[in-house]
């Protein structure tokens, strides 16, 4: 794969505690720096890169302050894109209390994987594998809250919407106001990308 890190990759799951594979992340946890706010009603997508072959059934991450006032709604999901129109692959559950503080090590509503598909026979012909390779997925967070949201380890923001510096770079954070909801839509909305706001540090694994 165009430049992979072998030494970067050696010391990242050495640093995890040499996991399960696969064991995907949004950012390398010696990034984290920092934390950040999820304002109500606002559907965070932070970017994440997954493997071909990759089978997953947990989403994590770290709530450094759980919202405070009243919390009606707080959800995770995973997509498979981040921009406008991905589809929602799945879910947690809603919890309307709000996600304590500490690691979150929750379990998805199915299992999903980013593996080679088979096609309609055409004719008298075996059916068409459809392959698979590397992907960007959507790693989304949302709450619900009457005071101040979910605090969410991670790192400072940037200055520019999605940190995009050339064209066709995937933004890293897209967002989009959604109004409150006990469950991910099965698709995502309009998305924009998201501007003077950091990267959480979620983790995709399987167990």
């Known amino acids: 794969m165009p430049g992979f890190d072998q030494m970067g990759s050696s010391k990242n799951y050495l640093l995890d505690g040499s996991p399960t594979q696969p064991f995907r992340t949004?950012?390398?946890?010696?990034?984290?720096?920092?934390?950040?706010?999820?304002?109500?009603?606002?559907?965070?997508?932070?970017?994440?890169?997954v493997e071909a072959g990759d089978v997953f059934n947990h989403m994590a991450f770290i709530v450094?302050?759980?919202?405070?006032?009243?919390?009606?709604?707080?959800?995770?999901?995973?997509?498979?894109?981040?921009?406008?129109?991905?589809a929602l692959?799945?879910?947690?559950?809603?919890?309307?209390?709000?996600?304590?503080?500490?690691?979150?090590?929750?379990?998805?509503?199915?299992t999903i994987a980013n593996v080679?598909?088979?096609?309609?026979?055409?004719?008298?012909?075996?059916?068409?594998?459809?392959?698979?390779?590397?992907?960007?997925?959507?790693?989304?967070?949302?709450?619900?809250?009457?005071?101040?949201?979910?605090?969410v380890d991670g790192n400072a923001g940037g200055s520019l919407g999605g940190e995009i510096a050339v064209t066709g770079q995937v933004p890293l954070v897209s967002t989009a106001t959604v109004s409150a909801t006990a469950t991910a839509p099965a698709v995502l909305p309009t998305m924009a990308h998201s501007t003077v706001f950091g990267n959480v540090y979620g983790a995709l694994t399987a167990k």
């Open 89 to 110: 692959l799945a879910s947690t559950s809603d919890v309307t209390a709000g996600w304590a503080a500490g690691a979150q090590d929750l379990s998805l509503s199915a």
């Open 116 to 151: 080679p598909t088979v096609g309609t026979p055409q004719g008298g012909g075996t059916a068409a594998i459809v392959p698979s390779g590397p992907a960007v997925w959507g790693f989304a967070l949302y709450n619900v809250t009457s005071g101040t949201g979910t605090i």
């Open 64 to 86: 450094k302050t759980q919202a405070t006032a009243t919390v009606s709604h707080a959800w995770s999901a995973i997509y498979n894109g981040v921009g406008t129109g991905a």
């Open 26 to 49: 949004t950012i390398a946890r010696e990034n984290v720096n920092g934390s950040v706010t999820l304002l109500t009603t606002v559907l965070y997508v932070f970017a994440i890169v």
